[in-house]
C-alpha cells in the first residue's frame, strides 16, 4: 500500500510517497527519517527520492525578519528551503520556526519566501553524497537544527524532506517570487512580488496586514515600492542566435530577455545561471563580494577540514563564508551553469 499526504498538489509537485505495509508504518519511517542509522537505508531512500523537484516546482525557505529585510534589500534564495507542498499544513509561526535557518525561536510572525524553481540541477539533499560533510559538523561550528543526513529536516511529528541550493549557491530569482506573512491565527498574506525588470518589489499586502511588515528592520510597512540596492551576485544570461542577454525566467514555461518594454521581451534560445568562483587554500568557494584587496567567499562543501583551514564562519544553518585576501584566490573565474531548455523559435 503507497500512502501520500492528502493536499492540493500541483502536477508540478510531486507528492512524497511511501510504501506502507503491516511491517512499515508511518510512524516506523518518521522514526526512520531522524536517526542517523538509517542514513543509507534504501527504503528511506526510496522514499526520498519521491520528493521530486521539477521545472516550475515552488520552494519555500522559512526566513526571519531581519532576513526579510536582506532579501528586499537585494538578497538572493541559498540555503536550505522546501517544497511549498511538503509544508503546507505549518502555517503559525510557531510551526514554522523548525525550519528556520537563523536558530532563533520568535514566533510572534512568521515569514518566508516562496519562488518557482528554474531548474532540479539548481537543488541538493544536504548530508548526501554532494554534501557528505554537513551531517559530521559538531554543535558549536553550526546554527540551527543538526543536519541529520537522511534527507528529512529533525522533527518529532512531520516528516519534511529538506533541500539545500546547490553547492549553497545563489539561485536568481525568478519572476514573480513572493515575501509571506503569517499571523498567529495562522493566515498566509502575500507581502511583497518581485518585479524582475526593476529590480525591486511591489508591496500587496494592504492596512489589515500592516501589522505583519511593523518588525521589519529599516523597512518603511506603507511604501509600496521597495528597490533592491544590493548588486546580484548570480544572474541568469541567455542567447539570442550569437547574442547575449540578461535574462529572466518565469518558470516552469517562460525565459525570456530582460527588458523594460513588453515588447522586447523576446524568449532565449540558452540560459545559464553566471556566478563567481574562486579557489582559496585549497577550497572552492564562491565569490560573493569584493573589492581591490578583500573578498567574500561562501564554501560550496562545507565540512571540518575546510573549515579548520579557512575558518569560516556559520551566518545561518549550512552556510559558511570567510573574507580572504583577493590576492591569495586561485582560479579565480566566472562560472556559468547551462539549463536545458525546450527550443525557443529563432529570431533574425
Given at each position: ?13 510531486p507528492p512524497l510517497m511511501a510504501p506502507l505495509h503491516r ?66 499544513h505549518l502555517r503559525r509561526p510557531e510551526e514554522l520556526a ?143 542566435n550569437e547574442h547575449e542577454y540578461q535574462a529572466v525566467a ?99
Amino acid at each position: 500500500m503507497t500512502v501520500t499526504r492528502e493536499v492540493d498538489l500541483e502536477p508540478l509537485e510531486p507528492p512524497l510517497m511511501a510504501p506502507l505495509h503491516r511491517d512499515l508504518g508511518w510512524a516506523d519511517v518518521q522514526r526512520m527519517s531522524q536517526s542517523a542509522s538509517h542514513r543509507e537505508d534504501p527504503a528511506l531512500h526510496r522514499i526520498r527520492e519521491t520528493a521530486a523537484v521539477r521545472r516550475g516546482t515552488r520552494m519555500v525557505k522559512v526566513l526571519s525578519a531581519a532576513q526579510v529585510a536582506g532579501h528586499l534589500g537585494g538578497w538572493l534564495p541559498y540555503g536550505f528551503c522546501y517544497r511549498a507542498c511538503d509544508i503546507e499544513h505549518l502555517r503559525r509561526p510557531e510551526e514554522l520556526a523548525l525550519l528556520r535557518t537563523d536558530g532563533a525561536m520568535d514566533t510572534e510572525v512568521g515569514y518566508a519566501l516562496r519562488w518557482r524553481a528554474v531548474d532540479p540541477v539548481d537543488y541538493e539533499i544536504p548530508g548526501g553524497a554532494a554534501q557528505p560533510g554537513l551531517a559530521a559538523l559538531p554543535a558549536h561550528q553550526r546554527i540551527g537544527a543538526l543536519v541529520l543526513g537522511t534527507g528529512f529536516t529533525p522533527s518529532s511529528d512531520d516528516l519534511i524532506p529538506e533541500y539545500i541550493s546547490a553547492g549553497f549557491a545563489d539561485l536568481p530569482l525568478p519572476a514573480n517570487a513572493q515575501l509571506l506573512g503569517y499571523s498567529s491565527a495562522g493566515e498566509e498574506v502575500v507581502l511583497y512580488t518581485y518585479q524582475p525588470e526593476q529590480h525591486g518589489w511591489l508591496r500587496l499586502a494592504g492596512p489589515k496586514w500592516r501589522r505583519l511588515l511593523e518588525g521589519l528592520p529599516g523597512i518603511t510597512p506603507d511604501r509600496e515600492y521597495v528597490p533592491c540596492t544590493d548588486a546580484p551576485t548570480a544572474q541568469l544570461v541567455g542567447r539570442i542566435n550569437e547574442h547575449e542577454y540578461q535574462a529572466v525566467a518565469d518558470p516552469p514555461e517562460e525565459f525570456r530577455v530582460r527588458a523594460l518594454t513588453r515588447a522586447a521581451r523576446y524568449p532565449v534560445q540558452t540560459l545559464s545561471r553566471r556566478a563567481e568562483q574562486a579557489l582559496w587554500r585549497g577550497t572552492v568557494c564562491w565569490v560573493l563580494q569584493r573589492d581591490e584587496r578583500w573578498a567574500r567567499l561562501r564554501l560550496l562543501r562545507p565540512d571540518a577540514e575546510s573549515l579548520a583551514v579557512t575558518g569560516a564562519r556559520c551566518y545561518e544553518r549550512g552556510v559558511y563564508e570567510a573574507w580572504a585576501p583577493l590576492g591569495e584566490l586561485q582560479d579565480h573565474h566566472i562560472m556559468d551553469l547551462a539549463y536545458d531548455l525546450p527550443p525557443a523559435p529563432a529570431r533574425l
